[in-house]
């Protein structure tokens, strides 16, 4: 794994008026190790081998444990700032710098 790789995106969801939410595959354990609502500069480089840079922050979501939905964990997001950006599965995302 590239040192700086943070996530490889299972599927992104457009919050109209908030951005992209970016959700990681499971077993992506480096995006735990940042705080929440940290703002982060990110490269994204996409199964294409298109690239972007986007403003993000780490953020929080529930995400279902089994089948059933009946349990949720709660596991770290990418908030992209860039409403208009299509982010499909597979893309990489990885981590330039920390921003305020």
Same mark, same amino acid.
């Given at each position: 794994?590239?040192?700086?790789? @943070?996530?490889? +995106?299972?599927?992104? +969801?457009?919050?109209? =008026? @908030? *951005? ?6 499971? =077993?992506?354990?480096? @995006?735990?190790? &940042? ?6 500069? +990110?490269?994204?480089? &996409?199964?294409? *081998? =298109? ?17 059933? =939905? ?7 997001? @990418? ?10 599965? *597979? ?10």
């Amino acid at each position: 794994m590239h040192p700086n790789l @943070l996530m490889q +995106v299972e599927k992104s +969801v457009n919050l109209t =008026g @908030l *951005g992209v939410l970016v959700i990681a595959q499971q =077993g992506t354990p480096l @995006l735990e190790c &940042f705080d929440l609502h940290m703002h982060c500069l +990110v490269r994204l480089v &996409f199964p294409d *081998g =298109g690239e972007s840079e986007a403003s993000a922050s780490i953020e929080a979501i529930s995400r279902p444990i089994n089948s059933q =939905g009946a349990m949720a964990t709660e596991t770290p997001a @990418l908030l992209l700032t860039h409403e208009t950006l299509t982010v499909p599965t *597979g893309t990489l995302v990885y981590w330039l710098e920390q921003t305020e």
